[in-house]
């Protein structure tokens, strides 16, 4: 059996979560052939879901000096250095996402080099253009870092999808934030995420962590009339229990709305609504059963998301960018981890400085949301 169908199988049986194969099968590719940077990569994912980090590390090493060229080597050991906090070197090497050789297209459709902000140009006077880069939950975890892009004197062009204008133009009106294809001029250019590497962020120095995004009063009263939010004397808990529809984020970061159900409805002297955007018609006719308004349909955008998250008193979501939202504004909620967790929410910690009003609630073992779920009504019902 030559490489390319060992690497298939290893494939197949990591996609399946069978991990222990999955390794025997790239140890057998390895042996093989000692300078395959692809299979001590790919060896390292296997480790690296399993939260094995120290082996992981050895993988992601050994595969860059076997070959310094190979990109994906050095872009997964990024993630794993930001897991561990080192934020130093994790955002240095995350730099390697720029390659053509990982991602084919550039971060908001700009080339990069030769405008890309190294970090020691003088802004004063200077346009910068801001582009938004991979998913929603990134933007909005990553905004809070414009007011310090304003402190350099630069004017400040924003991209960011539509659905997020509304409300960072509340938030920050100094700056121009612009729709795709928009005809502009600049001096310099850089993804937004590219912000912590630029201002060299640590673990203890994240900016802004207890709240950064607001919603404008009247608009909150007005929203909480329309829908009799103004009136119930319970506690308000509003949930969200899956990701958008993408087929990776709805398999590794979702919870069945009935088993959801089964457990917040055990707490008692509280309101429950749904705050989920995107649902199924079996969802619907479930919340429906259960008599759980649905407030997800009234949501057009990030701002209609953030009035109904100001609505409540406490959220309880999955890693999302309804999560992200809801710690940007400051907002009392749980965060529903799952075993391997993203980079920003650590290993072991219960609380994060990149939303300080958060509670961390972790997988024990993989796929386990029913430990999770009995964790969270534990705490609320113990206050």
């Not at 934020?87 to 730099?95: A, D, L, S």
């Not at 390697?96 to 020691?120: C, F, H, M, W």
């Not at 707490?267 to 429950?272: Q, S």
């Amino acid at each position: 059996m030559n490489a390319k169908e060992l690497m298939s199988i290893a494939t197949s049986y990591y996609n399946a979560q069978d991990y222990e194969n999955a390794q025997l099968a790239f140890l057998k590719i390895i042996e093989s052939d000692p300078s395959n940077a692809s299979a001590y990569t790919n060896l390292g994912i296997c480790f690296f879901v399993q939260n094995l980090l120290e082996e992981a590390a050895e993988c992601y090493i050994a595969a860059n000096k076997v070959n310094p060229n190979y990109i994906s080597a050095l872009y997964n050991y990024a993630h794993l250095l930001l897991l561990q906090k080192n934020y130093k070197e994790g955002f240095f090497y995350y730099r390697s996402r720029y390659d053509e050789r990982i991602r084919g297209n550039k971060p908001g459709g700009v080339a990069y080099p030769p405008t890309q902000l190294q970090g020691n140009e003088e802004l004063n006077g200077k346009t910068l253009y801001i582009s938004h880069e991979q998913g929603f939950g990134d933007t909005i975890n990553f905004i809070r870092y414009i007011p310090i892009f304003l402190q350099t004197g630069a004017k400040l062009i924003c991209y960011v999808p539509e659905s997020m204008n509304r409300l960072f133009t509340l938030n920050y009106p100094q700056v121009e934030f612009i729709t795709p294809n928009s005809d502009i001029t600049f001096d310099y250019n850089t993804p937004l995420l590219e912000a912590p590497y630029l201002f060299g962020t640590t673990y203890e120095s994240i900016p802004f962590g207890e709240k950064y995004l607001h919603v404008d009063k009247k608009d909150l009263q007005n929203f909480k009339i329309k829908h009799s939010l103004d009136k119930s004397d319970k506690l308000k808990i509003g949930f969200n229990y899956q990701g958008s529809q993408g087929a990776d984020a709805v398999k590794n970061r979702s919870i069945e709305l009935a088993l959801m159900l089964e457990y917040l409805e055990q707490i008692p002297h509280v309101r429950l609504y749904c705050l989920q955007y995107e649902r199924s018609e079996s969802d619907d006719a479930l919340l429906e059963e259960h008599g759980i308004p649905n407030l997800g349909k009234e949501i057009k955008d990030f701002y209609d998301t953030a009035l109904l998250i100001e609505s409540m008193d406490i959220i309880i979501s999955i890693d999302t960018s309804f999560l992200h939202l809801a710690g940007a504004l400051g907002k009392k909620s749980f965060a529903l981890l799952k075993f391997h967790p993203d980079w920003r929410w650590g290993l072991r910690d219960e609380r994060t400085n990149w939303y300080k009003n958060f509670t961390l609630i972790r997988q024990n073992k993989p796929n386990d949301w029913e430990g999770v779920l009995q964790n969270v009504v534990q705490r609320i019902q113990n206050g």
